[in-house]
Structures are given as structure tokens and as C-alpha cells.
């Protein structure tokens, strides 16, 4: 009787040892060998219809306007480049959703239709993009500042440069100040006095671009 009753103890306690510390450890080697056979296919495009690569549902609604008019300028490859310039620039949201308002009539406001806004945005990069020789951060830089960045590098080494664009929007700043139209709209901008712009406008632009399509960089 004392032998059974050991033997009892025994299993009870091999069955406790099981519960507690085999079982869940079989059961997550199991999910582990269930996953290796069967890996789940994630489709990212399900997992939400709002937002790609950082791009607000707002942008990615004029994504085949973008693809229309980038493909007349024969820049259709830049199109991920383009909705990325427009999330930076107003999200998608607006009337004038490019900001190419002053690249189109001098002043801001006067387009006031998003299909005309990316028609002439897309329009005004394809510009910047040649004359930029197609060097991507350069034309966003001169999105931003206008056309006349291209030729100022082109006479200071040649090579988009951060430094550069803090160079030239410092010096555009001290000729234009006295209009009151500028203000730095980056903390960081003041110490340069760099208040013409957006200095740091090409890491801006590429924070809302997927990685993907580097090769075009």
C-alpha cells in the first residue's frame, strides 16, 4: 500500500511537471513548425485602404491624375516621387493640393482646382527634373525654391548639397526680408538665417518615399 500510494504521488507529480512546463513548450514548438509549413501571406494592400508608404488616403486619391499628367511630361517613372512631393506639400489636402500656385501665375492662390494644381505640378517638376539633369534631390530642392537653386549649384561645385540649399535660401532671405512675405518655417532655419523656403525640404519630401523605387535616386 505504501508503494502504490508513492507511485500515485509520483504521477501526479510527473502530470503537474507536464501541465506547467512540457505542455506550453510543445504547444510553441508546434505553432512554430505550423507557421515553417504554412507561412502566412501578407497582403499589405489589406491591411489598410488608407495609407501607403506614408501617404495619406487624401493623396493616394489623385494617385491616377498624378500617373496621367506624369506620364504626358514622360516622367511616369517619378510618379512615387510626385505623391510624395504632395504629401509633403499639403497632404492632399486643398484646392491646390501641388502648391504650384506660384510656379503657375506668380502669387499664391490662383489655382484653386486640384486637377489643375497636379496637371502644372507635375508640369513645374518635370521642368526642375531636367534642368536638374535628373538628379532627383535637386529638382525637389528647386520645387521648393524655384528653378534659379539649379543654376546656384551649378556655379558652386555642380552637386546638390544640404549646405548649399541653407547657402542659397540665407542669401535669397537677406535680399528678400525687407517684402516681410518670409519667415523661417523651421526652428533649426533661424540660426542659419535661412528663412527663405524650406532648407530641409528634400529629407521632407523623402520621409513619404517608399524605398522600393530607389533606383531612381
Known sequence: MAGSKTNRK?????????????????IVIGAIQLFANNPIDINVSNLTNENRGNLSKQVLQYEDKVEKYAKEEGI??????????????????????MQASESYCGSVGCIDDPEKSIEQ???????????????????LQSYNFGAGFIDYVRNNGGEYTEALAIEFSA?????????GIYSCIREEALQYEACYGDIYYVDAV???YDEENEEIM
Request: avoid cysteine.
Open 10 to 26: 509520483f504521477k501526479k507529480a510527473l502530470r503537474k511537471v507536464f501541465f506547467k512546463n512540457v505542455l506550453p513548450l510543445l
Open 76 to 97: 511616369e517613372d517619378y510618379v512615387p516621387i510626385i505623391l510624395a512631393l504632395m504629401m509633403q506639400e499639403s497632404g492632399g489636402r486643398g484646392n491646390d493640393p
Open 121 to 139: 505640378g507635375v508640369s513645374y517638376f518635370a521642368l526642375t527634373l531636367e534642368k536638374a539633369d535628373y538628379n532627383v534631390k535637386l529638382a
Open 171 to 179: 542669401k535669397k532671405y537677406e535680399e528678400l526680408e525687407h517684402t
Open 206 to 208: 523623402l520621409n513619404y
